[in-house]
């Protein structure tokens, strides 16, 4: 049973956790850096701890700094949030070291879902279909391997992940120099020059399970769509993914079960695939830790997922049996962040916050009016969650719901949700990873002829 | 149990919420406010008849009694960049949509132009970490020249020169920080004479 809890992140996600932690009646305790002392995360925690300034290697990346912050303030376990240190081995360790429980899988799994080769493998191992691919061992020999995977292809970082460490090649003369580059950026940003081929297939749709594990049991918890993409970035999520027929779903969350249960995964985790637009699904990798878009699986499973991963954490058996996990209706997420039209970066301080409240509606936010937006964090504001018996009942909330946001001081990307919630190839559903940048596109168009 | 004799700031849960709003609608007052020592929320009927609430957190920070700051040396400054891996994205996909320019540089005495900061971010001279520099003092640079990158929440945003000529000063050193408008680099105007 733990009973204080050192949050280390900041932001909504750490709002997020420091709330399920008060509703268990567990302590908090919340890590900041001298640019979130007077944060709301910082007001809502029990207690706040100084690890150290503003830039994130000084502070929420600094593991000796987090392990001694959650050590001195009596903590007995570490929550890591998303981002920062949430999927690095080192702080799993360091925890176990230290006889703190670190609310994550165990080190060993970290390193394994951290490596995109060996998960890759893995998956392949347990029976789960990969995209044709493989390591790249000489940049001189790719291109026979691309030529037998088919062009285009995708040069990727066995240390990257999430969108990190991606390169596109469309054809043969440009591959040796793209996967010597390639190598070189991946040993500088990831200490780990390993990179590999994967068939760039397009249009894609980028569909994820959520797990839960015990270490012995592992269940699926539905399914996302995270396919409204920008530069890689997710900016609006879904549960459950629509358009996918009974046998494609069920497929994929056995597919998804098989890789946890292979790892004898323990903690939350997803299983992200690519769906072809012959309705192929791919794995790509899995993430091993809470995501973003965790509250849509919420709002359609009633479920606290916070709460069962802290529960996993204490070591217990799961709560649930994958038969206890219902998805009922539907709901969408839309990311709120300080970024202006054409998604430059806006930091500043927050003047006034309003969001949208009532049935079917939910908001995560660590800001308020007042708030410092600082420029060494990632953009995201708020999460604004909307749900409803069915896909058309969410999306008729959404743009009533978005209307009602008001958030001033610094420029937002609300506009561009309120045009998405809007738009009828949206609403049609199941839009693949490129729709976002054809709709920027188009509104960039549109504004022209308007303006011209 | 809370460690603070008060106990944190619990807010109201969002079930909490729509039970208010459940009462409200049933009223049919359309505005609704509540303030404790710890927070206040307001709650205000939209046109459409959904409603909209702010949320202040008005209680501060409780610090714990002891900072843990000095444990563990932060690690060597570098590029942070490198850190969280934001450097190695396909450039097409990483960096910002290009910023406004910095319009014409203004001219300083002597012919001196300045390029200031687009943005507040950690400057780099580097597209990444141990690369060389996209220009070093006695560089020539034209207007649309990248001269920089300035990373602002986890984007790397270009810098250009915004002007033409030679690099005569860099004011920053790779990695600092720099605030919205402070001079990263001074260009010395191409002499006419020179031409």
């Given amino acids: 049973m733990l009973h204080r809890i050192l949050i280390a992140n900041r932001g909504e996600i750490a709002a997020r956790v420091i709330r399920t932690c008060h509703r268990l009646g567990i302590e908090t305790i919340l890590a900041v850096s001298d640019a979130d002392l007077d944060s709301q995360p910082a007001r809502l925690a029990g207690r706040t701890v100084r690890i150290g300034p503003p830039p994130p290697a000084e502070s929420y990346l600094n593991v000796a700094a987090v392990v001694a912050a959650a050590t001195r303030a009596g903590a007995d376990a570490i929550h890591p949030g998303y981002g920062f240190l949430s999927e690095n081995p080192r702080l799993a360790s360091a925890c176990a070291a230290a006889g703190l429980v670190f609310i994550g899988p165990a080190a060993e799994q970290l390193a394994l879902a951290g490596d995109k080769l060996a998960a890759r493998a893995l998956a392949a191992g347990a029976g789960l279909p990969v995209l044709p691919g493989g390591q790249v061992h000489d940049p001189a020999a790719a291109e026979a391997l691309a030529a037998g995977i088919g062009w285009p292809v995708l040069v990727k970082a066995a240390g990257g992940g999430g969108g990190r460490g991606l390169r596109p090649v469309h054809s043969p003369g440009e591959l040796a120099a793209a996967a010597g580059q390639a190598a070189a950026e991946a040993q500088a940003a990831f200490g780990d020059p390993r990179i590999y081929l994967e068939r760039f297939v397009r249009p894609a749709r980028h569909v994820e399970v959520q797990l839960l594990g015990d270490g012995d049991r592992v269940i699926a918890i539905g399914d996302r769509d995270c396919s409204v993409q920008r530069r890689y970035q997710k900016v609006i999520e879904e549960a459950p993914a629509p358009s996918l027929d009974p046998e494609q779903r069920a497929a994929l969350h056995r597919a998804a079960v098989a890789f946890g249960t292979r790892l004898a995964y323990r903690g939350l985790g997803t299983t992200e695939f690519l769906v072809g637009p012959d309705g192929g699904c791919y794995f790509l990798e899995m993430n091993a830790r809470i995501q973003v878009e965790h509250p849509v699986t919420e709002a359609v499973t009633g479920l606290d997922l916070v709460a069962e991963q802290i529960a996993v954490a204490e070591g217990r058996p799961l709560r649930l049996g994958q038969a206890d996990v219902t998805v009922t209706g539907h709901a969408i997420e839309c990311r709120i962040n300080a970024e202006d039209g054409q998604g430059r970066p806006s930091p500043g301080t927050v003047t006034r916050a309003v969001f949208p409240a009532g049935p079917g509606i939910r908001t995560d936010t660590g800001i308020q009016a007042g708030s410092a937006v600082p420029p060494w964090y990632d953009s995201l504001l708020a999460k604004l969650v909307v749900s409803g018996p069915d896909r058309a009942a969410a999306l008729g909330r959404l743009g009533p719901a978005l209307d009602r946001c008001e958030i001033g001081g610094l420029a937002t990307n609300l506009p561009l949700h309120r045009a998405l919630a809007a738009d009828p190839e949206f609403a049609a559903g199941a839009v693949d990873t490129g729709f976002l940048e054809r709709f920027a596109a188009r509104a960039a168009a549109g504004a022209g002829a308007a303006h011209g | ?195």
């Fill in chain 2, 1 to 195: 149990m809370s460690p603070a004799d008060d106990g944190p700031p619990a807010l109201l849960s969002s079930e909490d919420v729509k039970d208010i709003l459940r009462l409200l609608d049933g009223l049919g007052f359309g505005e609704f406010t509540l303030e404790t020592g710890r927070f206040t929320i307001r709650l205000t009927r939209a046109a459409d008849g959904g409603w909209a609430q702010q949320t202040q957190v008005v209680t501060g920070p409780v610090a714990a009694a002891e900072a843990a700051a000095a444990a563990g040396a932060p690690p060597a400054a570098g590029p942070a960049g490198a850190a969280d891996g934001t450097w190695i994205e396909d450039k097409g996909h990483a960096l910002a949509a290009a910023l406004p320019g910095p319009g014409p540089a203004a001219a300083a005495d002597g012919g001196w132009r300045e390029i200031r900061a687009p943005l507040p971010g950690t400057f780099y001279r580097a597209p990444q970490p141990g690369a060389p520099p996209y220009v070093e003092v006695g560089s020539l640079v034209g207007t649309g020249t990248v001269v920089a990158l300035i990373e602002t929440m986890k984007l790397m945003n270009p810098v250009y020169a915004g002007t033409a000529g030679m690099v005569s000063e860099i004011c920053l050193a790779d990695g600092q920080f720099a605030d919205s408008g402070v001079v990263l680099m001074r260009v010395a105007a191409p002499s006419p004479a020179a031409g």
